[in-house]
């Protein structure tokens, strides 16, 4: 491996900066986050690739909304991928969001998302590439 000796450059401090920008870049994973409606009826994510590698977080913009974090993957297109719940939580809002969770699927077009009550609420999703 080359490393660069900073001392030979014209401007040091400039040229390590540069160095510092390409190394996030190069490092930094693929994060896309978006406000999501959620209800009974299973909807796919919109803006995730239908094959690959993600981990999903949803919450709830509102308090007491149910929480969920979910590793899912997908080789090929026309089946279903695999899903691994990873930490969650039901709704602990009094009313309606009591006990409510969040249910994470896929089929073989799409990951899809749900609950399991008629109410629907406005979740913040983050989508993590691998």
Do not use: C
């Not at 089946?79 to 006990?99: D, E, H, M, N």
């Amino acid at each position: 491996m080359n490393y660069i000796d900073i001392e030979q450059l014209e401007d040091p401090y400039e040229n390590l900066r540069v160095v510092n920008l390409i190394n996030d870049k190069v490092n930094q994973k693929a994060i896309t986050s978006y406000e999501m409606l959620i209800d009974d009826t299973a909807r796919p994510f919109p803006e995730l690739a239908a094959i690959g590698a993600f981990i999903i977080t949803i919450s709830g913009i509102e308090t007491g909304l149910p929480v969920g974090i979910y590793a899912v993957t997908k080789s090929a297109n026309g089946v279903a991928g695999s899903i691994s719940t990873l930490s969650s939580q039901a709704g602990t809002a009094a009313g309606t969001w009591a006990g409510n969770v969040l249910t994470v699927s896929s089929t073989a077009s799409a990951f899809e998302v749900n609950h399991d009550r008629s109410e629907s609420g406005n979740f913040n999703v983050t989508i993590t590439g691998l």
